[in-house]
């Protein structure tokens, strides 16, 4: 559906210009939460909370209209992996049950103190484990373009939250693709920074070489703002780059780029006949652009998925050896001492795919199994991680699908964790090498479903990333 609110800087007009205040903004999307509940998006709504912000907002409006902060009017969601002090956060897992954060994620408080107004905390796979929102323990999301199919994962509850207007831009977590796979389903844009470009203080940690927040709105713009505001040097994460961060919607020199496309991706057997044809014709419209297209080899699509796997499992194993039932959340009432303690509150607590997860991933690390597999993996995304680099270096873009297929049936791969990883395989590549990558909304596919297209940049080079979707979308 159209937004009622095509963007933020819209908002901000015709509330400056008193045609609109932000509390009507924040009234509207409230009512779009309630007509939208079957779709299961929200965890929690933070009806009043919203509501005192947006009325603190008109009032400054009224008296002191030079104090306004700049993303006054962004009404925004996070996904349940994303800490927001004195709120609940449960990484949509039974065991944090009832925790409730002592502080909020980084790229979170910056947003709130530059003004956004958060609605509320959204749906996701457990721990960000999963790519159809299947894997809930508080059930599954529904797409709002069919509520037969699944909004992808793990990010869907954040995905379907702008698709179906109960907010303007939303914060998910991607890890091999949860924010852009999701973005793809549900026919919006979704955008993950380089590795290091947004701090990951205050987001549960899955996979810590993969982890990063991104953004998911209407329009590339709208992105770009948020990102201005939630990127940037912090204290609290190490691997944060320490680069100044720009303002992103700050338009650059038109220029023609040079875009590589895979042919092995392109013409992958596991490919939807309709998405590769309107991916194809995307880089036809391109290159009519004046916009230079050309297929480069690239021998380690098939490798992308396994290694990605070995390597998330074995981080997520080690990540999630903190839900002990002793720090935080659920404990077990039956156990009897200590390590029954651990053990009854991890089964009780944790769903059937993070427990496959954590079996792969510790049995990877495992002495007499390490070398054959974690180490392969590594030794893999070494290559890819080089490989993508150097073609980055001769190259603007590399311009992939975003997904294989469309949006599934809910419930049709749920007996086959291997047919969901393969969703994956066009997107994992970005976070295994830490480079920026957008999902760009193309077309419905015949089936009435949206079709993605994806753009990875090179390292730091969201700027230019962000400035040339802009420049090719119609929506600004
Ligand atoms: N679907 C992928 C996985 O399950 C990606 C998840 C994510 O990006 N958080 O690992």
């Not at 992958?268 to 490919?271: D, E, F, I, R, S």
């Given at each position: 559906m159209a937004p009622r609110f095509p963007s933020l800087s819209y908002i901000q007009e015709q509330v400056k210009s008193r045609s609109l205040t932000v509390t009507e903004v924040v009234e509207y999307y409230l009512e779009r939460i309630e007509a939208t509940k079957s779709l299961n998006t929200y965890l929690e709504v933070y009806t009043h909370e919203a509501l005192e912000a947006a009325r603190q907002q008109d009032q400054l409006i009224s008296q002191n209209p030079e104090q306004l902060p700049p993303l006054f009017g962004l009404v925004i969601s996070h996904k349940d992996v994303i800490c927001y002090k004195d709120h609940g956060v449960q990484g949509a897992s039974k065991i944090l049950e009832n925790f409730e954060s002592q502080f909020s994620a980084t790229a979170l408080d910056r947003l709130i103190q530059a003004g956004a107004i958060v609605i509320g905390r959204t749906n996701c796979d457990e721990f960000a484990m999963g790519s159809d929102n299947s894997h809930s323990a508080f059930g599954p999301v529904r797409n709002a373009a069919n509520p037969k199919h699944v909004p992808g994962g793990s990010s869907g509850g954040s995905a379907v939250s702008v698709q179906s207007d109960t907010c303007l831009v939303a914060l998910g977590s991607d890890t091999g693709g949860s924010v852009r796979q999701p973005a793809a389903f549900c026919g919006v844009f979704g955008f993950k920074p380089t590795y290091g470009r947004i701090s990951r203080h205050g987001l549960l940690a899955y996979g810590s070489s993969f982890d990063q927040i991104g953004l998911l709105a209407h329009n590339p713009t709208d992105i770009a703002r948020t990102l201005s505001f939630a990127a940037g040097q912090d204290e609290y994460d190490a691997t944060v780059s320490t680069a100044p961060v720009p303002d992103y919607t700050q338009q650059l020199k038109p220029q023609p780029k040079r875009i590589a496309y895979f042919p092995s991706a392109f013409d992958?057997?596991?490919?939807d006949p309709e998405v590769s044809a309107h991916s194809k014709d995307f880089a036809a419209k391109l290159a009519a652009k004046g916009h230079t297209i050309e297929p480069v080899e690239f021998e380690y699509i098939d490798a992308m998925v396994p290694a990605y796997y070995v390597m998330t499992t074995a981080e997520a194993s080690s990540n999630l050896s903190r839900y002990d039932g002793i720090r935080y959340g659920h404990r077990s009432a039956h156990a009897k001492n200590l390590i029954d303690t651990y053990r009854k509150s991890r089964t009780e607590g944790f769903g059937p795919e993070v427990k496959r997860r954590i079996m792969l991933g510790t049995f990877v690390l495992s002495a007499g199994y390490y070398d054959a597999y974690y180490g392969q993996a590594q030794k893999v995304r070494r290559l890819i991680h080089d490989r993508t680099l150097a073609i980055l270096e001769t190259y603007d873009f590399i311009l992939m699908p975003t997904t294989p297929s469309t949006a599934w049936v809910l419930g049709d791969k749920q007996d086959d964790p291997t047919a969901m990883y393969l969703a994956d395989i066009f997107t994992v590549q970005a976070n295994m090498v830490g480079i920026p990558a957008i999902s760009i909304p193309l077309v419905n596919h015949s089936n009435g479903l949206p079709i993605g297209i994806q753009l990875m940049g090179n390292r730091m080079a969201e700027h230019e990333l962000l400035d040339f979707v802009r420049q090719i979308s119609k929506k600004g």
């Open positions: 992958h057997p596991a490919l």
